[in-house]
C-alpha cells in the first residue's frame, strides 16, 4: 500500500467513492478509507439500496395478494420472508463489490480501516484486519456521512426499538408496528411492513406528514397511504416507551402538551431524522468547525476552514440524499483538480419510494409565497392519464410551477406510479433553465405515464387538453 497521496477520502459512501473515482479519473492518486469494512456507505449497505429492494419484494407480494386478482390473475402468493432478505442481501454483496471495483478500475487504493485526521496533510489509519499506517496527502476530503438521530430517553435496541437499520432486518411481521416520524424512512419501511401484513400507526410532531415537501401533495400522499391502511396520529410526540414481556407500552401526548395516551405496539422505528457523523475524525484537534447542528462548515467550494480540507455530503448542510452527496463528489475532485466543479441545488430531486412515489424537484409552492415571488401553476391528475388506466395506477397528480412573469419553471411536485422517473425531464428542464412550455410543447410518447407531466406543463398557460 502507498502511503503518498493527492487525495484521501475518508468514508466509503456516494460522496467518498465517488469523490475518489473521479480524482482517480482526473489523474490524481486517491484513497477511499472505510471503517465498516464493506464499501458504499449507509446508502448501499443499510440504506437507499436495502430499502428499496425490500420495497420492491413487498409491493410484489402486495400487488400479487391484493391487485392482480382485480386484474384477471388468479395467485395464491405466499411470504418467503427469509427469501426476500436474501434477495436484499445479495443485492447489497453485489453492489457493494461493484464500489471495490470501480475503485480499483479507476486506480484509487481501497483501505479498510479507521481514519483519523492527525493534521492537515496526515491522515492516521488503524485498520481493519490489524497495524496502523499514516498516509500523507495533499488535500483530505471528509465524507463521514451521517447516522441515526436519538429520540430522547429511548434506547434502540435494534431489537424491538429499531432504527432503519433494524427495521430492514426484523426476523418476522410485527403484527403491530409504531412509527416515529412520518418522513423518508418511517414511510418508506412503514410501507414494507404493513404490506407484509402489519398494522401501521405512525406518530408524528408535526400536523403533517412529509415536512418540506410540497403542502397540496403532502395532502394528497396522506389520503392515499391512510386509504391503504396507515393510521396517523399527527402533532402527538412520544413521551416514554416500557417495555412489557411482550411488546412495548408507548406513552405519547399532544406535541403542544396536554393529556398522555398510550400505544401498544410490538415494535417501534424510530425515524425522526439523521444527524452528521464525524465522531473520532479528530476534528477538534485539528481545528475543523463545525456549526451548531454538528455539521461541517465548508464554503460553496467544499472548503473548511482548514486548507486542504474538505467535506461533502451527509456530514456538511444540505438534504441527505446519495445523489446530493455524488453530485458534490464530483464537485469536490474537479475543484482538488483545478476544474470548475459545481452542484445546483435547485436541481436535486428528492423521492419516496412508496406506492404510490413521491418525487420533487425545485421550490414548493409555500417557498415561493413566503419568498413573494409570483408563480403560475399546472396540475393534473393521474386518473385522467391513459396509462395509468391501463396499469390500474391513478392515484395521485402532477404539479409544475413556472414564474408568472417568465413562465421558467421552478418547482414539480409529483405524488403518482413512477414519480421518482418521471421528475427527471423536470430535473434537466430546471438545469437548462426551460420554461414551462419548453416541456408542454415537447412531444411525449403516448401512452404513458410522461404525458401527465406534459399536461401538467400545459395547464400552466391554462391549455391542458386532457383534461
Ligand atoms: P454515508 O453513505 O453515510 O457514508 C459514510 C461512510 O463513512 C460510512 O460507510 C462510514 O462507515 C464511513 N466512516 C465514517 N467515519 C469514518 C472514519 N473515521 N473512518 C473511516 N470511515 C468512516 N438517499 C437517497 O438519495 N435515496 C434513497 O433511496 C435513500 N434511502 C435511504 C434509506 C435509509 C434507510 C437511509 C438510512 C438512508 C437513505 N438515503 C437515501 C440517504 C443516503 O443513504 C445518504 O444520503 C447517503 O448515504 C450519504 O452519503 P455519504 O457518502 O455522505 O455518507
Ligand atoms: P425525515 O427528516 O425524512 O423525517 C423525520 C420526521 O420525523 C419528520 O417528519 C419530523 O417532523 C419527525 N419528527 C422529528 N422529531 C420527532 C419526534 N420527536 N416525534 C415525532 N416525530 C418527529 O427523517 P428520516 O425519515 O429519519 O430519514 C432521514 C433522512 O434520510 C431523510 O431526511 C433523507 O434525507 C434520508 N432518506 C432518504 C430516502 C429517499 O431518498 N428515498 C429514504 C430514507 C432516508
Known amino acids: 500500500m502507498s502511503d503518498s497521496f493527492d ?6 459512501g456516494p460522496g467518498g467513492y465517488n469523490a475518489a473515482i473521479r480524482a482517480g479519473q482526473l489523474g490524481l492518486k486517491s484513497a477511499c478509507i472505510d471503517k465498516r469494512g464493506t464499501f458504499g456507505g449507509t446508502c448501499l449497505n443499510i440504506g437507499c439500496i436495502p430499502s428499496k429492494a425490500l420495497l420492491y419484494t413487498s409491493e410484489l407480494y402486495e400487488e400479487a395478494r391484493e391487485k392482480l386478482p382485480k386484474l384477471g390473475i388468479r395467485t395464491s402468493a405466499e411470504l418467503d420472508l427469509s427469501g426476500m432478505m ?46 496502523a499506517c499514516t ?44 412509527v416515529v416520524g412520518a418522513g423518508y424512512i418511517g414511510l418508506e419501511l412503514g410501507s414494507v411492513w404493513r404490506r ?77 431524522g439523521r444527524v452528521p457523523y464525524t465522531a473520532g475524525l479528530g476534528l477538534e484537534t485539528v481545528g475543523v468547525a463545525l456549526d451548531k447542528r454538528g455539521r461541517v462548515v465548508t464554503d460553496n467550494h ?42 445546483n441545488y435547485d436541481a436535486i430531486p428528492s423521492v419516496v419510494y412508496t406506492f404510490p412515489e413521491v418525487a420533487t424537484v425545485g421550490k414548493t409552492e409555500e417557498e415561493l409565497k413566503a419568498a413573494g415571488v409570483a408563480y403560475k401553476i399546472g396540475k393534473f391528475p393521474f386518473t385522467a392519464n391513459a396509462r395509468a388506466k391501463t396499469i390500474a395506477a391513478t392515484d395521485g397528480l402532477v404539479k409544475i410551477i413556472a414564474d408568472a412573469a417568465t413562465d421558467k419553471v421552478l418547482g414539480c411536485h409529483i405524488v403518482g ?20 412550455e419548453d416541456i408542454a410543447r415537447t412531444c411525449h410518447a403516448h401512452p404513458t405515464l410522461t404525458e401527465a407531466v406534459r399536461q401538467a406543463a400545459m395547464g400552466v398557460e391554462g391549455w391542458t387538453m386532457q383534461m
Open 7 to 12: 487525495v484521501v477520502v475518508i468514508g466509503g
Open 86 to 131: 436474501a434477495h436484499k442481501t445479495k443485492v447489497v454483496g453485489e453492489l457493494t463489490k461493484g464500489v471495490e471495483f470501480l475503485l480499483k478500475k479507476n486506480k484509487s487504493e481501497a483501505i479498510v480501516g479507521e481514519a483519523r485526521i492527525a493534521a492537515a496533510g496526515k491522515v492516521d489509519v488503524k485498520l481493519k484486519d490489524g497495524g
Open 135 to 178: 498516509l500523507e496527502t495533499k488535500h483530505i476530503v471528509i465524507a463521514t456521512g451521517s447516522d441515526v438521530a436519538p429520540l430522547p430517553g429511548v434506547t434502540i435496541d435494534e431489537e424491538r426499538i429499531v432504527s432503519s437499520t433494524g427495521a430492514l432486518a426484523l426476523k418476522s411481521v410485527p403484527k403491530r408496528l409504531l
Open 417 to 436: 406510479p413512477e414519480a421518482g422517473n418521471l421528475i427527471a425531464e423536470v430535473v434537466l428542464a430546471i438545469e437548462f433553465g426551460a420554461a414551462s
Open 302 to 343: 467544499y472548503r473548511t476552514n482548514i486548507a486542504g480540507i474538505y467535506a461533502i455530503g451527509d456530514c456538511r448542510e444540505g438534504p441527505m440524499l446519495a445523489h446530493k452527496a455524488e453530485d458534490e463528489a464530483v464537485a469536490v475532485a474537479e475543484i482538488i483538480a483545478g476544474k470548475a466543479g459545481h452542484v
Open 196 to 272: 407484509l401484513g402489519s398494522e401501521v400507526t405512525v406518530v408524528e410532531f408535526l400536523d403533517r406528514i412529509t415536512p418540506g415537501i410540497d403542502g397540496e401533495i403532502g395532502k394528497a400522499f396522506q389520503r392515499i397511504l391512510t386509504k391503504q391502511g396507515f393510521s396517523f396520529q399527527l402533532s402527538t410526540k412520544v413521551v416514554g416507551v416500557e417495555k412489557a414481556k411482550t411488546g412495548l407500552k408507548v406513552t405519547v401526548e399532544p406535541a403542544a402538551g396536554g393529556d398522555k395516551s398510550v400505544i401498544e405496539t410490538d415494535i417501534m422505528l424510530v425515524a425522526i
